[in-house]
């Protein structure tokens, strides 16, 4: 147990210190304000108040815990073991010359997309407008290696504090955006794609789908077979995330009333959690967001836990409400769309804090650090498995975001599935 002092007990405070002490390093921990308990206390102690003369470890805050209300702050970045920080203190007491936990707490809540920000073309708050793009550590999990630092600080005070061991995750996640390519869209749908292959003069496209709809050979989309091989043959992990929505600008899949797509994600049901790709459409719109979860729930004859934002369009914190709304606990939307890293400073998984409500929800979010787009953006298989080792590290959660319709594109000269094995090898150790 780990006892922490501090003059004003805020959810801030209490949300940060249970997910460094408690979510990365596995010790018990409990937060008083009284300084009789704190101070007869016969065990490991930290002081974060403005009390340097109390015992124990003395970490001095810089405010942002004890605060309420969203503002700018003025972030003065340093190095500290080749980490940039910032949140700076003075006192020379201090352990720290800067305020871990302020500055923890600042990456986890995501209090810089509460703040104005230009959105891109869909929306989204861009990898480039962090505060970790800008001083260069999106690609570390900066939170984890602070954690990490902190319980060497505190076995070396305490050295009885024993380590909890925890095991490096690789988890794969497969978004089904399109389930198939040409086949159960409709004749609508598919003279719509036969009209439009005549008019840009494709005759490799016209002569494949015709083959498709002949049966001579399969739709270039439906690589399941192979996707649950591979998934037993490595023993994995996998999440499907299913967009089944109504068709929209934004949202393409096959209708959520075909009898062969439904049946698909049965099929998959049986092998991997499925989950709710919650549609662009949806996002303005918690009564179809309903609707989506409703219908999923129908055909998989179970309760829907997990929810990844389609095109990543994750407007915090209005997106992280409906879910909690319709039930759904668990999200997979905390990344970037072409940027791989850590979007909240982390590999943990971690509760999602609602700053404009000053409450720790129920909310766990899963970060994810690559998805397959990022190879058309420039990186490179040296840049995954440097993140990889980032994660490996830390004992965090590698997860990998992979799109149902590239297994059948080229990425990086190979073929989508071959990339994909090679991602999970890479991923799990095997390479």
Not at 114 to 125: E, H, I, N, Q, S
Request: charged fraction near 25%; glycine fraction near 8%; charge should be neutral.
């Amino acid at each position: 147990m780990i006892l922490v002092y501090t003059s004003k007990a805020t959810s801030r405070a209490r949300y940060i210190f249970d997910f460094l002490l408690n979510g990365i390093l596995g010790q018990e921990m409990d937060l008083v304000t009284d300084r009789s308990v704190y101070d007869s206390f016969d065990g490991p102690r930290i002081n974060y108040s403005g009390e340097d003369d109390r015992p124990g470890l003395f970490f001095e805050p810089a405010g942002l815990l004890h605060e309420r209300g969203i503002r700018g702050h003025d972030l003065n970045f340093m190095e500290y073991g080749e980490v940039p920080v910032c949140f700076p203190v003075f006192n020379k007491k201090s352990v720290l010359p800067f305020d871990l936990f302020s500055y923890a707490f600042y990456l986890l809540a995501r209090y810089e997309e509460y703040l104005p920000y230009v959105r891109d073309a869909f929306g989204r708050f861009r990898a480039e407008d962090s505060i970790a793009w800008r001083e260069g550590f999106l690609r570390k999990p900066v939170i984890d290696i602070l954690a990490f630092r902190l319980m060497d600080i505190l076995q070396q005070a305490y050295p009885r504090l024993e380590k909890v061991p925890r095991n490096y995750r690789f988890i794969s996640t497969i978004d089904i955006n399109a389930a198939y390519a040409y086949k159960h869209k409709g004749i609508v749908r598919i003279a719509w794609g036969i009209a439009r292959t005549l008019r840009d003069l494709n005759g490799a496209s016209l002569l494949q789908q015709l083959r498709v709809f002949l049966n001579r050979e399969p739709d270039p989309f439906d690589h399941y077979g192979e996707q649950l091989a591979i998934q037993r043959k490595y023993g994995l992990d996998v999440i499907y995330f299913v967009l089944f929505s109504p068709y929209g600008t934004n949202d393409r899949n096959i209708s959520v009333n075909n009898r062969k797509f439904q049946v698909l994600i049965k099929t998959l049901g049986d092998y991997s959690r499925v989950g709710i790709h919650a549609s662009f459409g949806s996002t303005h719109n918690p009564g179809q967001l309903s609707g989506e979860i409703q219908n999923l729930s129908w055909v998989l004859k179970r309760e829907i836990e997990c929810v990844r934002q389609h095109l990543l369009l994750l407007q915090i914190p209005q997106t992280y409400r409906n879910y909690i709304n319709e039930d759904i606990f668990e999200d997979y939307s905390m990344g970037y769309p072409m940027d791989p890293g850590f979007r909240a400073g982390t590999s943990y998984p971690f509760r999602f804090f609602d700053l404009d409500m000053e409450t720790i929800t129920k909310l766990v979010v899963h970060p994810f650090a690559f998805q397959d787009i990022a190879f058309e953006n420039g990186y490179t298989l040296k840049d995954y498995t440097e993140l990889t080792g980032q994660v490996s590290a830390v004992n965090g959660d590698m997860i990998l975001l992979f799109s149902n319709e590239n297994f059948s594109r080229k990425i990086l000269n190979k073929k989508g599935l071959e990339l994909y094995e090679m991602l999970i090898n890479y991923g799990t150790g095997n390479i």
